[in-house]
């Protein structure tokens, strides 16, 4: 299994930015898709960015230009570069990732760190 373990969350102030960070580790083979999604309380968990294992990425539109994902695969790592933060941003973000063990295809998920954004 796949353990997910993010970093990088805190306090911003609006226009200011933030770099999160997502190690994976445990017993897999290999990490096809990893991603990044936030929440809001009361809110459906929403899709941030995706990066494949050979770099292809995609975004959400409404957050194109302002927040890069990147990967080492080297380190089972993931980032997300946030820019220009929003409050609109602040949000619990959770990594994601894809790996293939001995019993096949599996998902994990972080457990989450908190990004604020005051305005």
């Known amino acids: 299994q796949v353990q997910l373990v993010e970093s990088g969350g805190g306090l911003v102030q609006a226009g200011g930015s933030l770099r999160l960070s997502c190690a994976a580790s445990g017993n897999f083979f290999s990490i096809a898709t990893m991603g990044w999604y936030r929440q809001v309380p009361g809110k459906q968990r929403e899709l941030v960015a995706t990066i494949t294992s050979g770099g292809g990425t995609y975004y959400t539109d409404s957050l194109k230009g302002r927040f890069t994902i990147s990967r080492e695969n080297a380190k089972n790592t993931v980032y997300l570069q946030m820019n220009s933060l929003k409050p609109e941003d602040t949000a619990i973000y959770y990594c994601?990732?894809?790996?293939?063990?001995?019993?096949?295809?599996?998902?994990?998920w972080g457990q989450g760190t908190q990004v604020t954004v005051s305005s």
């Open positions: 994601q990732a894809l790996s293939r063990g001995s019993d096949g295809w599996r998902s994990a």
